[in-house]
């Protein structure tokens, strides 16, 4: 059975699912983004979220709620109710048991669910474990928002990649940084507030050489509460200098070079072999290996391009202020489908999604 209608009643219950799994963001990963409600005659009598990688699922906390809320008659009411889950429950023993068996246990007679899991021991298989128990499924509900939330996790699986984020700030004329390559801020304190903020929901963060040079940025979280990311720099002859901010140690780095493997402390410097052919594309299957879910290329240009050019991106923010500099290095250019605009502060913040036909 399938439904796709946000705008049927029992979709808040969805949207709920939505709201409790992104509340995951920065501390699930590779883990999905999970959320669920339990419904019983038209009430929330349950909720929960997938908080911590390795921890328990979402229907797992879902239907705990339930057990502390109703301790006297938790178990008739999980016979007479929904739940609402936005992945498909798994079926398979990891860290952690099968929701799918804690489903039946209970003997919760429907469940409705966001979007199927892609991930092969799951993959239809919880479904089919659920209505070979007598119990009703509904799939693909709201899965147009379902599949959007776990866009990343989807990524990993079906592409074996991390999925990128490219990232810069332009100004109203379309430049990039001044023609020196000299430090120039260009978009407002809201949107540096934000770009810290979406640093603790991604898994790392990449530039390049000549930006870690130049800026010697720190590429931690100072501006928002939250995990810092793995920082991430391709550098082939290994230039930077050891007293650089990305090599304090202060925080998981790699350095994706043509001269070594090794480690060092916080730091692990890993050999690309034929560092000048498909670099992106070996970056991308050295950070699945990694089990790494999620990037922010935050460039510079030449690091941008780089991804680009081998259309490796997924989605890109830009932030565009209105400065006008009449000179400097133009920013990259991007086809403008599937494209929204959001203010913050004085600067627009442009979303763009490379969606493939």
């Not at 997938?50 to 008659?73: F, L, M, S, T, W």
């Amino acid at each position: 059975m399938t439904r796709n209608n946000l705008e049927e009643p029992e979709a808040k219950y969805m949207t709920r699912c939505f709201e409790l799994a992104e509340l995951g963001m920065g501390s699930v990963s590779p883990n999905p983004l999970v959320g669920s409600v339990v419904v019983h005659n038209g009430k929330v009598v349950g909720e929960g979220y997938h908080r911590q990688y390795g921890k328990a699922h979402a229907e797992v906390n879902a239907i705990n709620d339930v057990i502390q809320r109703y301790p006297n008659n938790f178990a008739e009411i999980l016979r007479q109710s929904t739940i609402y889950v936005n992945l498909e429950p798994c079926s398979h023993f990891g860290k952690t048991p099968p929701c799918s068996d804690l489903i039946i246990k209970h003997e919760i007679p429907h469940v409705v669910i966001g979007s199927p899991d892609p991930f092969d021991p799951v993959n239809g298989k919880g479904v089919l474990k659920l209505r070979n128990a007598g119990i009703k499924v509904t799939e693909n509900f709201c899965v147009e928002q379902s599949n959007f939330i776990n866009r990343r996790f989807f990524t990993r699986i079906t592409k074996q990649r991390p999925y990128f984020i490219l990232k810069w700030a332009q100004t109203a004329d379309g430049y990039f940084a001044p023609a020196d390559r000299s430090q120039k801020w260009i978009s407002g304190p809201e949107a540096k507030v934000l770009t810290h903020k979406w640093r603790t929901e991604e898994d790392a963060i990449l530039v390049g050489k000549t930006t870690a040079v130049s800026d010697n940025p720190q590429l931690n979280v100072r501006e928002w509460h939250g995990r810092p990311p793995l920082r991430i720099v391709i550098d082939k002859n290994l230039e930077l200098s050891l007293s650089s901010n990305l090599l304090d140690q202060s925080q998981p780095t790699i350095i994706f070079n043509a001269l070594k493997t090794e480690y060092n402390g916080q730091v692990k410097y890993l050999e690309i072999e034929n560092f000048d052919h498909y670099l992106p594309q070996m970056i991308a299957y050295q950070l699945y290996i990694l089990d790494i879910q999620s990037v922010i290329i935050e460039g510079g240009a030449a690091t941008l391009d780089l991804f680009i050019k081998a259309d490796l991106w997924d989605e890109a923010r830009i932030f565009i202020s209105d400065q006008h500099w009449g000179q400097g290095l133009k920013g990259p250019t991007l086809p403008a489908e599937n494209e929204k605009v959001l203010a913050v502060g004085k600067d627009s913040l442009h979303i763009l999604f490379n969606v493939k036909p």
